[in-house]
């Protein structure tokens, strides 16, 4: 799956509160050694970098595209291409943040522990994971992808996801391996402008990646074409043609 640091960061305003909102919560003070795994573009690396200015940062990402935007935005931090699922590392670790990436990783009740385990002493795993795969938005591109020419090529899309868990189910994965267990859920209201378009916009950098990714380029026409009238039912748009996008995310930050 191809990634673009220019659509996602299209959003960028919108995208940092959520991480933004993580790190306030992280209770410890005093960060020796830090990574950002699943960077994306190095927004989120630049905002741990302003919280915790002192700190020994890194970050890494599978997608190069995303890494070269990165590497433009802070060139003094060091950036490599790895995938989270087989990361291992160089900790321990004071701080290990992901925003916006366990998502799209696989077997979480082998993962979580994985990482809570490349902390130091005291060391602080913080998490933001959408949490949105029952929302109108990304239930469309299910459907339509099930429904149309391209179903065959598009049926490994709609599972790549990982199945969504509960907070009850991370608690249970992670209590009795850490100090402190802090988890919650916030739905953000997005306003978009654009209408329908504005939404389409949105998840071109995110959810509609798998899906585009495996399309021709008149596939994806008529698959963009389909989803915004679809998007256009489910969102009616304001006076003003703003529409309001509700996005659910989970939230997770742990201490050994």
């Given at each position: 799956?191809?990634?673009?640091?220019?659509?996602?960061?299209?959003?960028?305003?919108?995208?940092?509160?959520?991480?933004?909102d993580?790190?306030?919560a992280?209770?410890?003070?005093?960060?020796?050694?830090?990574?950002?795994?699943?960077?994306?573009?190095?927004?989120?690396?630049?905002?741990?970098?302003?919280?915790f200015?002192?700190?020994?940062?890194?970050?890494?990402?599978?997608?190069?595209?995303?890494?070269l935007?990165a590497?433009?935005?802070?060139?003094?931090?060091?950036?490599?291409v790895?995938?989270?699922?087989?990361?291992?590392?160089?900790?321990?670790?004071?701080?290990?943040?992901?925003?916006a990436a366990?998502?799209?990783?696989?077997?979480?009740?082998?993962?979580?522990?994985?990482l809570?385990?490349?902390?130091?002493?005291g060391?602080?795993?913080?998490?933001?994971m959408?949490?949105?795969l029952?929302?109108?938005?990304?239930?469309?591109?299910?459907?339509?992808?099930?429904?149309?020419?391209?179903?065959s090529k598009?049926?490994?899309?709609?599972?790549?996801r990982?199945?969504?868990?509960?907070?009850?189910?991370?608690?249970a994965?992670l209590?009795?391996?850490?100090?402190?267990?802090?988890?919650?859920?916030?739905?953000?209201?997005?306003?978009?402008?654009g209408?329908?378009?504005?939404?389409?916009?949105?998840?071109?950098g995110?959810?509609?990646?798998?899906?585009?990714s495996?399309?021709?380029?008149?596939?994806?026409?008529?698959?963009?074409?389909?989803?915004?009238?679809?998007?256009?039912?489910?969102?009616?748009?304001?006076?003003?043609?703003?529409?309001?996008?509700?996005?659910?995310r989970?939230?997770?930050?742990?201490?050994?």
């Amino acid at each position: 799956m191809s990634w673009s640091s220019e659509q996602y960061s299209k959003f960028e305003h919108e995208r940092n509160r959520p991480v933004k909102d993580l790190l306030h919560a992280v209770p410890v003070q005093k960060i020796g050694k830090a990574i950002d795994i699943g960077c994306g573009p190095g927004n989120s690396t630049e905002i741990l970098q302003a919280m915790f200015p002192d700190a020994a940062i890194t970050g890494m990402d599978s997608s190069e595209n995303m890494l070269l935007a990165a590497r433009k935005r802070l060139p003094e931090i060091e950036f490599s291409v790895e995938d989270i699922s087989n990361w291992q590392g160089d900790g321990p670790y004071d701080l290990i943040l992901s925003n916006a990436a366990l998502q799209w990783v696989p077997d979480h009740a082998s993962l979580f522990p994985a990482l809570v385990q490349k902390l130091a002493k005291g060391g602080c795993l913080a998490v933001q994971m959408p949490d949105n795969l029952d929302e109108p938005a990304q239930r469309l591109m299910r459907e339509i992808a099930a429904d149309g020419p391209w179903q065959s090529k598009l049926a490994e899309a709609s599972s790549k996801r990982v199945p969504r868990q509960t907070p009850a189910w991370y608690h249970a994965l992670l209590h009795d391996k850490v100090s402190y267990l802090d988890i919650w859920q916030t739905t953000y209201y997005h306003s978009l402008t654009g209408g329908a378009s504005g939404i389409v916009e949105w998840f071109k950098g995110t959810g509609l990646r798998p899906f585009l990714s495996r399309l021709d380029e008149e596939e994806r026409r008529l698959f963009l074409f389909q989803y915004e009238q679809a998007v256009a039912k489910e969102y009616p748009p304001a006076e003003d043609g703003s529409v309001l996008l509700p996005f659910p995310r989970l939230f997770l930050i742990a201490v050994v």
